[in-house]
């Protein structure tokens, strides 16, 4: 990646303005997956190495626990620990900044809003249970807020993963390989899930959940190119994975993800193979700034 010819530059509203400190080094990866599997896998661990103990402290765990939110939360609150002491407020502002990112084509929005949905209904119809299964939830009421407990879950850890690994990634790695790694991550990280009863996970099985985080990641790694780096657009495309709306079409599903990520690559080949134009820049540079590259 090209670097920056200049350290700073005059702000109009008086001042320099020091280029320099929006940039998030790669080293910033050490104490972002320290504080990531740390808070995440201390608070799970001590659940599954000390149940009776945690669970007259704090109660029993359950996918609504605050102590599991802080866990889920852990890529956001890393991602927002490097990039403070990096940029500071004005760091904070700026990263984002790319939550307010969606423009991208329209055959993504139809993936979105169209195709995950028929990849979890052809994989419940391929498991038997399409027409079985009854609806998850008996009232409007339960059904708002399953939504808003999805919303407000899963996708705050794109912060982390999309927001500052993906980009840190891809400025040694070719999108493909990038997502690959972040994919291999991401899937690890959650492993505790699988070995602590009371969560949503223990009661899946890992390997296709592993496999199917790899997927994921790889089809959503040139989303994220395509969208100039969009956090908005990573986090509908996690919720959109994990709606309760949808049917169980678990393993299925991971088989069928797995053949997307396939079409998109191959779909994505001139970009996923190549840095250039890949999303590097963790903190966008405001427009009173030039741009590095």
């Not at 359950?62 to 490097?82: D, K, N, R, W």
């Given at each position: 990646m090209k670097t920056l010819k200049l350290k700073s530059k005059t702000n109009p509203?008086?001042?320099?303005?020091?280029?320099?400190?929006?940039?998030?080094?790669?080293?910033?990866?050490?104490?972002?997956?320290?504080?990531?599997?740390?808070?995440?896998?201390?608070?799970?661990g001590l659940y599954i190495?000390?149940?009776e103990q945690m669970t007259?402290?704090?109660?029993?765990?359950?996918?609504?626990?605050?102590?599991?939110?802080?866990?889920?939360?852990?890529?956001?609150?890393?991602?927002?620990?490097?990039?403070?002491?990096?940029?500071?407020?004005?760091?904070?502002?700026?990263?984002?900044?790319?939550?307010?990112?969606?423009?991208c084509s329209l055959s993504w929005y139809a993936f979105l809003i169209v195709g995950i949905p028929?990849?979890?209904?052809?994989?419940?119809?391929?498991?038997?249970?399409?027409?079985?299964?009854?609806?998850?939830?008996?009232t409007i009421s339960s059904m708002l807020i399953a939504l808003l407990l999805a919303a407000i879950k899963g996708p705050i850890e794109e912060f982390g993963w999309r927001?500052?690994?993906?980009?840190?990634?891809?400025?040694?790695?070719?999108?493909?390989w990038a997502a690959i790694t972040l994919g291999v991550i991401w899937g690890v990280w959650h492993l505790p899930a699988f070995l602590l009863s009371g969560t949503q996970q223990s009661n899946w099985?890992?390997?296709?959940?592993?496999?199917?985080?790899?997927?994921?990641?790889?089809?959503?790694?040139?989303?994220?190119?395509?969208?100039?780096?969009?956090i908005l657009l990573s986090a509908f495309f996690h919720f959109m994975v994990m709606n309760p709306l949808f049917p169980d079409a678990e393993p299925y599903d991971t088989y069928i993800l797995l053949l997307v990520a396939i079409f998109i690559v191959w779909n994505n080949r001139k970009t996923m193979f190549t840095t250039e134009g890949a999303i590097k820049r963790v903190i966008p540079l405001d427009n009173n700034v030039a741009e590095q590259e």
């Open positions: 509203n008086g001042g320099d303005l020091n280029i320099s400190r929006f940039i998030v080094s790669q080293k910033a990866l050490f104490p972002f997956l320290t504080i990531t599997f740390g808070l995440a896998w201390a608070i799970l190495f000390m149940p007259n402290l704090f109660g029993q765990l359950s996918g609504q626990h605050p102590l599991f939110f802080l866990a889920v939360y852990a890529p956001a609150i890393g991602a927002f620990t490097v990039i403070i002491s990096v940029g500071g407020v004005k760091g904070i502002k700026q990263f984002l900044s790319r939550i307010l990112l969606w423009r028929l990849v979890f209904i052809g994989g419940s119809y391929l498991r038997g249970n399409l027409f079985t299964d009854p609806f998850p939830f008996t927001g500052l690994v993906l980009p840190l990634f891809q400025r040694k790695l070719a999108p493909f099985s890992f390997a296709p959940f592993f496999a199917g985080c790899i997927a994921l990641s790889v089809i959503v790694t040139p989303l994220f190119n395509a969208s100039k780096g969009s």
